[in-house]
């Protein structure tokens, strides 16, 4: 860490490490000092990411915030650099420096929004915000290029990350990357996305509602539809004790349509993709549970499908669409839970 603090001048900041979610990949950590905006240090130590990788993540993120896009801004080393590369025990690791988004999470705020202000305000913002970023990466020419959709979602990959025993599953999968293959790839359609783009990842200033994105570590090449249909699976929560499915349709319709304003005051979607919106929602299931299998393997943990996992591959391979959502399979009593299988 002293390394770390000279290269990017903050000898006499208070460094405090932040929580790591679980399958996160990284170290991280606040930089505080009085009189100074906050910032945040991230350290990649894991090898999934090539140094391309990281500097196209970093380099999106330096183009968006010179644009406009309301994301949390890379702050250069005192060297200049984007992104610096500390060797100890012939180990790289890399290091970033962002400053700190104004604000909380919703999670920190107990999921009560403004007062006085209605949520559907953050809804639209969130698709707004979204929206600027689409519209930005249509383009955005790349120096060092991140890795595209396939180039990590294909049957060689799958094929080595699932066990034989969810052959099932196996053959789903395949058969939507299949159905992905066959879709437009234009620049209107496809070009970098967030591809974890939630409440989890923006902080909102709860005195004026506008959202600052963070955390593009997933940041990739894909349609513009996945980061959309990531916001409907997110927006599930706000509704998902209601026992009524009617009821839970009627929400979710009212609810991104409300993003959909919100994001098409930024960017134009072609309405054929939108009416593919459930098939990127299985997309998402599909991503999420490839996650969940990549975070078991590199912990070493013994393989295992515990019910919020099984309930996702049921979806799946039963062919349940909206993530199940208002289908019987659903319990409010254990929302987006499954009986535990065998692997």
Excluded at 200 to 216: A, E, K, P, R
Excluded at 232 to 252: C, S, Y
Aim: glycine content about 8%.
């Amino acid at each position: 860490m002293p390394k770390i603090l000279e290269i990017y001048g903050l000898e006499g900041y208070k460094i405090c490490p932040v929580q790591a979610h679980e399958g996160g990949r990284n170290l991280v950590y606040t930089c505080g000092k009085d009189g100074v905006e906050d910032k945040v240090i991230r350290i990649s130590f894991l090898d999934d990411r090539s140094r391309q990788d990281l500097l196209g993540e970093v380099e999106y993120i330096r183009y968006l915030f010179q644009h406009g896009a309301s994301v949390s801004d890379v702050v250069n080393s005192q060297r200049g650099r984007l992104l610096e590369e500390i060797v100890y025990n012939d180990h790289s690791f890399f290091v970033v420096l962002f400053k700190k988004a104004k604000g909380m999470k919703l999670a920190e705020n107990h999921y009560q929004y403004r007062e006085g202000v209605p949520i559907t305000e953050n809804y639209y913002n969130c698709g707004k915000v979204l929206g600027k970023m689409h519209q930005l990466a249509k383009g955005y020419t790349p120096s060092h290029r991140r890795y595209s959709f396939f180039d990590k979602y294909n049957a060689a990959y799958i094929d080595n990350l699932i066990p034989d025993s969810l052959s099932l599953l196996k053959e789903k999968i395949l058969e939507l990357l299949q159905t992905l293959k066959g879709l437009d790839m234009s620049q209107e359609s496809y070009g970098m996305v967030h591809f974890d783009y939630s409440d989890g990842n923006y902080m909102i200033d709860f005195d004026s509602g506008q959202i600052t994105v963070f955390d593009f570590d997933n940041s990739c090449f894909c349609w513009y539809m996945f980061d959309l249909a990531n916001i409907w699976t997110h927006g599930v929560g706000w509704i998902q004790f209601e026992k009524d499915a009617g009821k839970r349709q009627a929400f979710m319709k009212d609810y991104f349509e409300t993003v959909l304003n919100g994001y098409r005051s930024e960017a134009e979607i072609n309405i054929s993709m939108l009416e593919k919106l459930p098939l990127f929602i299985n997309v998402v299931v599909m991503e999420n549970i490839i996650d969940a299998f990549e975070v078991m393997r590199n912990s070493g943990e013994e393989l295992e499908c515990g019910e919020e996992l099984s309930y996702l591959i049921k979806c799946l391979e039963d062919d349940i669409p909206y993530k199940g959502f208002f289908n019987e399979i659903y319990s409010v009593e254990e929302p987006f839970e499954y009986e535990e299988r065998t692997i």
